[in-house]
């Protein structure tokens, strides 16, 4: 405590000798601090401590031996549910791509695949020319028929067997109740739009006259544009007795939002070919077989990946509250990954299989 002139006390500043030890000093609200004479200081050991109150925010922190914050580690139900909103964003993310060019990739892969057997099969003169393969047995889903080739449009397309979801994921399907192409009568093809590398994206800028072909184990056909139709346009007259045309058939709409059909009709104009009498009539379409139709088929499936991801979304959530983030995540997103693809696979054939 300092005097002023007249021996009057005023509140100020605590000097600290030898400056070990910290003291909390308390100010005059309303009085300013005075200085301490210089005179009266000790430069070497004299010490100026403010008081000073802790920070509201630090207040119940942990720190380390330096004072730093540590963040405490989340509880268990915050960590799994952070985990499981993270992993229903992948799944989502995963989804899109599926149908994208993750999807795309899956196409291009069993087109090359198709294509080394249709060769194959073709090279040994035992390529499909009707509904039973070389053996008599009937053709299983997905096994390759036919190449489709249409320069105007880039088209390319081994053309398999069935025209279920899982099928057109592959490329452009035959549909199983009709006859093969080349041969006398029609044959029809469908194909994806946007999806699987929409192989059919194009095909309503396909013109009148415009010619393509299209192989089977009976030889290269070749077929002339005669129209390009939505529902409620003109249906052309039907081929004449011997004669064959081809069909192709896709969503119309945006890509990814089918709001009917688009077909292509297409007379041929080579040799047709007869077909084979195979000894049975060629049972009707099952309902998954259809434009724009899903298959529900695959539910049961679905649900055992389904179970199977979300074991493992669990068990990645477990493994970053024991582990921490990094770890969880470089041990969990593969498996992750692998699963969520499958159950977005499942899914997807579910859908129209022309979107």
Do not use: C
């Not at 992948?90 to 249709?118: E, M, S, V």
């Not at 081994?158 to 025209?163: D, H, K, L, N, S």
């Not at 029809?188 to 999806?195: H, S």
């Not at 921490?324 to 299989?353: F, I, K």
Request: net charge positive; proline share 9%.
């Amino acid at each position: 405590m300092t005097h002023g002139p007249g021996g009057s006390p005023h509140v100020g500043e605590l000097i600290v000798i030898g400056g070990l030890e910290d003291v909390e000093v308390a100010a005059d609200a309303k009085a300013s601090a005075v200085p301490v004479p210089s005179q009266r200081r000790n430069p070497l050991t004299a010490v100026l401590v403010r008081a000073r109150k802790p920070r509201p925010d630090r207040v119940g922190v942990p720190q380390g031996s330096d004072g730093a914050r540590r963040r405490r580690p989340p509880s268990t139900p915050v960590a799994i549910y952070g985990a499981a909103l993270s992993i229903g964003a992948a799944l989502l993310l995963g989804f899109l791509a599926d149908l994208t060019f993750i999807g795309a990739l899956h196409h291009n892969r069993d087109q090359r695949i198709g294509y080394a057997a249709l060769r194959y099969e073709l090279a040994k003169g035992e390529a499909p020319v009707g509904p039973l393969d070389h053996n008599g047995k009937p053709l299983p889903l997905g096994a390759p028929v036919a190449l489709l080739v249409i320069p105007e449009i880039g088209v390319h397309e081994v053309v398999f067997e069935g025209t279920t979801s899982g099928v057109l994921e592959k490329g452009a399907g035959h549909a199983r109740s009709s006859l093969l192409p080349g041969q006398a009568g029609t044959a029809i093809i469908l194909g994806r739009k946007a999806a699987y590398g929409g192989p059919f994206r194009d095909i309503g800028k396909l013109l009148p006259g415009q010619t393509f072909t299209a192989t089977t184990g009976q030889g290269t056909s070749t077929y002339r544009v005669l129209d390009v139709r939505l529902a409620g346009d003109p249906v052309p007259p039907a081929p004449a007795a011997g004669a064959g045309r081809l069909q192709l058939i896709t969503a119309a709409g945006a890509a990814y939002q089918p709001n009917g059909l688009l077909r292509v009709d297409a007379d041929l104009v080579s040799t047709p070919q007869g077909a084979p009498v195979v000894g049975f009539n060629i049972a009707p379409l099952a309902k998954a077989e259809g434009p724009l139709q899903g298959d529900s088929s695959v539910l049961v499936v679905l649900v055992l990946w389904a179970q199977a991801l979300l074991i493992a979304a669990a068990l990645v959530a477990w493994a970053r509250v024991r582990w921490g983030v990094w770890e969880a995540w470089v041990v969990g997103l593969p498996l992750l990954a692998a699963l969520g693809l499958a159950v977005a696979d499942r899914v997807a054939q579910l859908l129209p299989n022309l979107m």
